[in-house]
């Protein structure tokens, strides 16, 4: 239980994050142009990334991992890649709702889940970074209770990492 944070604690009220340095993930050395990640939507920071601390999920009512960062918006609100790379899957799934991931330089690949819809990029597009990939939603129905909002999740090779190191602290 030392590992449980208190639902008021988690509530959607924690401001978008100002760039941070970089960290070093063990086994991982991140390169330069992922401390320039592009923030991929307007709003603000709602469940945060926590992999391995439990934190209350209130859309199914119970503790649980976070592998993302929800950056709760306006329904519509236009979702950016990130940076540069290759739409490498656009998919449904049960509970993260529309998903794509994109691919890109350095073995990091973002993924975008709870969009409005599948997108408005094909698998295999070459997409620039602040290029509109979809829109925000409420199609994660593990996430519901956020409202529309863009659950992003950043890795690199394997690993988790926690996007609100890597993203710039708003859109351009």
Same mark, same amino acid.
């Given at each position: 239980?030392?590992? @449980?944070?208190?639902?008021?604690?988690?509530?959607?009220?924690?401001?978008?994050?100002?760039?941070?340095? @970089?960290a070093a993930q063990p086994g991982t050395q991140p390169t330069p142009e992922a401390a320039r990640y592009l923030m991929p939507a307007a709003g603000q920071v709602g469940?945060?990334?926590?992999?391995?601390?439990?934190?209350?999920?209130?859309?199914?009512?119970?503790?649980?991992t976070h592998n993302g960062m929800d950056i709760l918006t306006e329904a519509g609100e236009a @979702?950016?890649?990130?940076?540069?790379g290759t739409v490498t899957r656009i998919w449904q799934d049960e509970l993260l709702g529309h998903c794509i991931e994109i691919t890109h330089r350095g073995g990091y690949i973002s993924t975008y889940a709870s969009l409005h819809s599948?997108?408005?990029? !094909? !698998?295999?597009?070459?997409?620039?970074?602040?290029?509109?990939?979809?829109?925000?939603?409420t199609s994660a129905r593990a996430?519901?209770?956020?409202?529309?909002?863009?659950h992003t999740e950043l890795r690199r090779i394997h690993q988790k990492l926690d996007p609100a190191e890597f993203f710039e602290d708003s859109l351009e």
């Open positions: 239980t030392d590992n @449980v944070i208190a639902p008021e604690v988690t509530r959607y009220a924690q401001a978008t994050p100002a760039p941070k340095p @970089v469940m945060p990334f926590s992999p391995e601390t439990v934190v209350y999920n209130e859309t199914l009512g119970e503790y649980a @979702v950016r890649a990130c940076a540069d599948p997108g408005v990029v !094909e !698998e295999g597009a070459a997409v620039s970074r602040g290029q509109v990939i979809g829109t925000a939603g996430e519901c209770a956020a409202g529309p909002h863009v």
